[in-house]
């Protein structure tokens, strides 16, 4: 009789055992009792009937997905290949078995019908140099679309975009292009400047007497400190009539 006890109380024992189950401090456990749902399960270890109770471990972190590269069309008619990676977690555990089969599928393909609408909106500019702000016009849209499943959306990140080698070229081209035109904007400014600051200075040197035959002795004596430098002076036409004008007076004597 007491080995009877002894067993019985063994096999409870066990049963117990069998009827428990743990749920981890990164999981939630939905509940369900013959199909209908009880509640979610906090961490730690709960008891599961068998056959009449069901439980479904759901893990909370924050998930990182990577959306494949996908083939899409900006606005002006040009052909990309994008991928992108998407952070988001679970929130309500019972909706994210109740609501959706397979959510973690269901964000992956919201994720990339929403990633080739929101390109096919943009042109190729935008596209290239604003892709925070279109990463976060997916990120909006995905986490509208997810939120009745339970889910929330932390980042939507844009990781590359592959062009083809013509359009490439192109971009290049217009870059070299942009580049000389800055630089002809840059020179032709310094050039006004420069004319600026001469007529300055002819107006100040024309207002004092001898200062313009001042500068050029200076001139003179820049240029003469080299020996290689071959100087050329231009007499004053005034000059030349006068030792005309006396060589003829000259002659006449």
Sequence with gaps: MGQGIVWLIIIVVILILSFLRQVDQYERGVKFLMGRYQGTMSPGWRLIVPVFQQMRKVDIRVKAVEVPSQEAITKDNVSCQINAVIYYKVMDAAKAVIEVEDFRYAVLQL??????????????DELLSQRDKISHRIQEIVEAAAGPWG??????????????????RMIAQQAEAEREKRAVIIKAEGEVIAAENMSKAAAVLSRSNGALHLRTLQTIDDISSD???TVIFAMPLEVLRAFDGFIKVKDEK
């Design 111 to 124: 994720a990339q019908t929403t990633m080739r609408n929101i390109v096919g909106e943009v042109e190729l």
């Design 151 to 168: 889910l929330e959306v932390g980042t939507v990140e844009l990781k590359d975009i592959l062009l083809p080698d013509t359009m490439k």
């Design 227 to 229: 020996q290689s430098n």
